[in-house]
């Protein structure tokens, strides 16, 4: 049976997948191993994505869109990854930035921005980590005070990707302090704004073209038309509903990683010959093949549940979300590290994109909540629903 059937994938959608799989052949496989080594980050594919449409298919149409939905954003993000995930996670981390906005913004505040994103125009990021509250949110302390018609921002963000590169940030901030996590909001800062500057670029283990650096604000002013959705205090609820939908898209970058590094050791199985025979024939290398393609596939369809269930808003997204994010992730790093076994000494070299996978996959298990805030998040929502009854 076609996969497509299987995943009840509309025409609409092979269509893009056929097409995101086109463009990052041609334009993100015979560049990824550049981009990684400069550390570059990758405007150059940018441009073709823009060329394509491609960013137009993440938005509604209402904001400049094809309104093509979540599942959009899902079968992007395998195709991309697949190619590169530093690629992907630098495309991905602007629709992320967008997030907050799209979930808690004012219309006026859709109109203003979402179009921006849409066209390719623009790329946005998403602050929230602080170097003391990663796993730990409500922890944060960067402050937001109102002073007339302004709010003043001071604190640091910490690991945004694009940060640096994106020209409009979503970051949160204590507008109440004594509230806790009840007493975050969410504003939109641009790019120059007198008082926001940069930290170094981060040197990393992978995802190396996607630029990731610390946000710093000093007496940072903004103004108040910048608050998402107008409304203090509702930032910890815009971001627990932006990493809901965001969430089974990192999966499915997972998906997309394990799927590429799988194709390049079952690629390289078929032709490697050693005792005078294929080394796909040794029923060791044949059981870790049979072991990466079942993760990967399971992983797959348990995506797409999640993402058709965030997309419906259904009551059990989040526990779905975290499950499909966790998943996929641990699987992408068990799928990556079998590909370098499989391809022995060349797996660990860069003359085959198997290393590249394997550093790659790593930030997988840790971006977005790492797998144990995701185990977490899973325990707490079925020991919920068990003393609730309901099934
Ligand atoms: C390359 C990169 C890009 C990123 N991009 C962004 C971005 O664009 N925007 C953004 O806001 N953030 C971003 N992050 C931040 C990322 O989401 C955090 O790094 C992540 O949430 C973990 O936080 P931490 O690094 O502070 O680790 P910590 O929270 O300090 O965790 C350290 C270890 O302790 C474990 N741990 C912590 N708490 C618990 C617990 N309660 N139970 C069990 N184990 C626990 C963790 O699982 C982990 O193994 C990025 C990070 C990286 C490395």
Redo the contacts with the bound molecule.
């Keep these: 049976m076609e996969p497509e059937i299987l995943l009840s994938l509309s025409e609409e959608y092979v269509d893009l997948r056929d097409l995101v799989r086109e463009v990052v052949k041609n334009e993100v496989i015979p560049l990824r191993l550049e981009l990684d080594e400069k550390e570059e980050y990758p405007w150059r594919v940018f441009e073709k994505f823009k060329e394509a449409g491609l960013f137009a298919s993440m938005y509604d149409e209402e904001w400049g869109g094809l309104g093509m939905g979540m599942m959009a954003n899902v079968i992007m993000a395998e195709e991309v990854a697949y190619g590169c995930l530093g690629v992907e ?1 630098a495309l991905l ?1 602007s629709k ?1 930035g967008a997030l907050p906005i799209e979930v808690g913004g004012t219309k006026e505040q859709k109109e203003k921005w979402l179009p921006l994103l849409a066209s390719g125009d623009k790329i946005s ?5 602080e170097p003391g ?4 949110v409500p922890a944060l302390r960067t402050s937001a005070v109102k002073k007339g018609d302004r709010y003043v921002l001071n604190g640091t ?7 640096g590169q994106a020209h409009f940030y979503t970051v949160f901030a204590m507008t109440n302090k004594d509230r806790g996590p009840r007493g975050i909001s969410c504003f939109i800062v641009e790019k120059d704004t007198p008082g926001f500057s940069f930290g170094k670029k ?1 040197e ?1 283990l992978g ?1 190396r073209c ?1 630029e ?1 650096r610390q946000l710093i604000f000093e007496d940072c002013e903004i103004p108040e038309e910048n608050l998402i959705g107008m409304s203090e205090n509702k930032g910890f609820l815009h971001a627990l509903k932006t990493l809901n939908l965001s969430r089974p898209v990192v999966a499915s970058s997972a998906v997309g990683t394990a799927q590429g590094a799988f194709d390049t050791a079952i690629q390289y199985a078929r032709e490697r010959e050693q005792f005078g025979v294929k080394i796909s024939s040794f029923q060791a290398i044949q059981h870790m093949l049979a072991d990466m393609a079942m993760k990967i596939e399971a992983g797959r369809l348990l995506t797409y549940k999640a993402a058709r269930l965030a997309e419906a808003g259904h009551k059990d997204a989040a526990k779905f979300s975290a499950m499909a994010k966790c998943f996929t992730a641990d699987s992408a790093m068990a799928v990556a590290t079998d590909a370098v076994q499989i391809l022995g000494g060349y797996g660990y070299v860069r003359e085959y994109p198997a290393e590249k996978y394997f550093r790659d996959a790593k ?1 997988l298990q ?8 995701q185990r ?1 998040e899973i325990a707490a929502g079925l020991i919920k629903e068990a003393a609730s009854g309901s099934r």
């Design positions: 996670t981390a992320l990021a998403f602050a929230l980590t509250a990663g796993s730990d963000k910490q690991w945004i990707s694009g940060g981060e990393k995802i996607s990731t930030i840790i971006y977005e909540g790492t797998s144990q805030i977490n």
